[in-house]
């Protein structure tokens, strides 16, 4: 975590837009900063909205995250951060519809800390992944040290010098400061083409993009999907395939880290930092 005085002693003073003179760079400013350089943006339908508190108040401080968590979101309070900019959903489901939460505590509290803050959270999921390249890509890419060997058309499909699946394996935890990780297929099997699927992504399209892989690098998986289909072509023998599971959050926190690394040189004035939201689970 980031301390009180890291924040504070950045962040003080009054921030100004670039080609406004004496006006502070309001929150909705940094929006309309960020949405103007999204290719396809504005969508037509999107989840990428202000999930709480009033973008017209003048920026404090910046954090980006995978997910606002309660934690997080008392994190930011205590360092006088007023902007926090998600990746997912607030309230457990994609939308963040909440009448089915209103007569949930865990939603109310969290609902009624964003409220007593006054911190604006402002979602960024469509836009980032539609940006060229993938945010969230270029993130994965630039901590695994990959961005040499990605496909140009392709940038989800990289070709590797050739390694076993278990360094592999051991690769992907390290880089991505894994407690632990899921990996199906046979250790010793030779990898070299890899595909990058970070998040969640549908069982078809893991499917399809592990047939032209030797192993796929996931956030999330349908067990009873793509699973099924490595442990039916790995049974086979002739097309064995490896799965390397991370979890989601682990997954696509570098993309959020990489959106604090693009936006600091557009907001100079502005302290601007990633905080991760950290994996959720512990193992037994």
Known sequence: MYTRREFLVQSGGGVLLAGLPQRQLTIQDVINLIMQEMPYAPLDTTV?????G???????????????????????????????????????????????????????????????????????????????????????LNTLGWQGYADADRPHVCTIPSTSLAQLSQFMKTRFKAKRIRVIGDAEM????????????SGQRQIEMLSEVDVLVVGEVREWETT??????????????????????????????????????RLPSVIIAHQASGDPFYFV
């Open 48 to 52: 990428d909205s202000i999930k709480s």
């Open 54 to 140: 009033d973008p017209q108040q003048p920026v404090r401080a910046i954090i980006t995250t995978f997910t606002a968590t309660h934690q997080l979101i008392e994190f930011a309070a205590r360092q006088a951060v007023n902007m926090i900019i998600t990746h997912e959903s607030i309230y457990y489901n994609h939308e963040d519809d909440t009448q089915w939460l209103d007569n949930n505590d865990i939603f109310q509290k969290k609902r009624q800390m964003l409220e007593d803050s006054g911190i604006v959270v402002w979602r960024l999921h469509d836009a980032w992944h539609n940006f060229q390249p993938d945010g969230i890509l270029t993130g994965v």
């Open 190 to 201: 030779s990898c070299q083409k890899i595909g990058l699927l970070a998040g969640s992504s």
């Open 228 to 265: 099924e289909f490595v442990r039916d072509a790995n049974w086979q023998g002739d097309q064995p395939k490896g799965l390397i599971v991370l979890g989601h959050a682990l997954s696509e926190e570098p993309g959020m880290k990489w959106l604090a690394d693009w936006l600091t040189p």
